[in-house]
Each structure stands twice: as structure tokens, then as C-alpha cells.
């Protein structure tokens, strides 16, 4: 059974930094995996945030764009977001994502999600 567990969360002031991390385990083999991070602040839909695909190709939002590096490693199914100069506006829960074809279909799973708090 696949698990994403999103770590890293927490609170901080305007302007701080976090990493997030999160781990993904009893992933089956997968073609064109996709590793990605959505958020979703209280009233509001869920929104992409970034994605990273196997060439380490990376795309971003553009409301965290050049303060914000996603990164995986793959050997770990691991998957990171560093965000810089946090703002109130990032407050959220933030989620991980994972999809790619397997077995000719495509699947994707969820993580639980992580808490993020920006205070000004």
C-alpha cells in the first residue's frame, strides 16, 4: 500500500524558511513519476505549488516562484520544498503528491499534509 507522509510543517515568522520534506513508501513500479506539492489554505481550494518530474524538470507557481526549490531523491523516494522569504499569503496545509503510470494506468496518491503558519 503506498504511503506519503509530508513532514516539516511548523510555524514562522514573515520572512523565515522551511523545508518540507516528504517520504513516500510501497510505491509499485511506475513510469513518468511526477512528485509534487499542493496547498490548501482554510476557505480556499487546493492549488499546485511546484512538481519535479524524473529528469529533474521542475515547474512552479507562480506565487512561490524564485523563493521556492523543489528537489527529490529518487534512491529515497524522497521529495523536498524549500520556501524562502515566507509570507502570510503561504499559510496553509501543504500536501505531497506522487503520480505516474503504472501498469499502463495512471495513478496518483496523497499524503496526509503538513501545517504551515506564517505569522507577520
Known amino acids: 500500500q503506498v504511503q506519503l507522509v509530508e513532514s516539516g510543517g511548523g510555524s514562522v515568522q514573515a520572512g523565515g524558511s522551511l523545508r518540507l520534506s516528504c517520504a513516500a513508501s510501497?510505491?509499485?513500479?511506475?513510469?513518468?513519476?511526477?512528485r509534487s506539492w499542493f496547498r490548501q489554505a482554510p476557505g480556499k481550494e487546493r492549488e499546485f505549488v511546484s512538481r519535479i518530474d524524473m529528469y529533474d524538470s521542475t515547474n512552479y507557481a507562480d506565487s512561490v516562484k524564485g523563493r521556492s526549490t523543489i528537489s527529490q531523491d529518487n534512491a529515497r523516494n524522497m521529495v523536498y520544498l524549500q520556501i524562502d522569504s515566507l509570507k502570510p499569503e503561504d499559510t496553509a496545509m501543504y500536501y505531497c503528491?506522487?503520480?505516474?503510470?503504472?501498469?499502463?494506468?495512471?495513478?496518483?496518491?496523497w499524503g496526509q499534509g503538513t501545517q504551515v503558519t506564517v505569522s507577520s
Open positions: 510501497g510505491v509499485p513500479y511506475c513510469s513518468g513519476i511526477m
Open positions: 503528491n506522487l503520480a505516474g503510470y503504472c501498469s499502463g494506468n495512471y495513478r496518483d496518491w
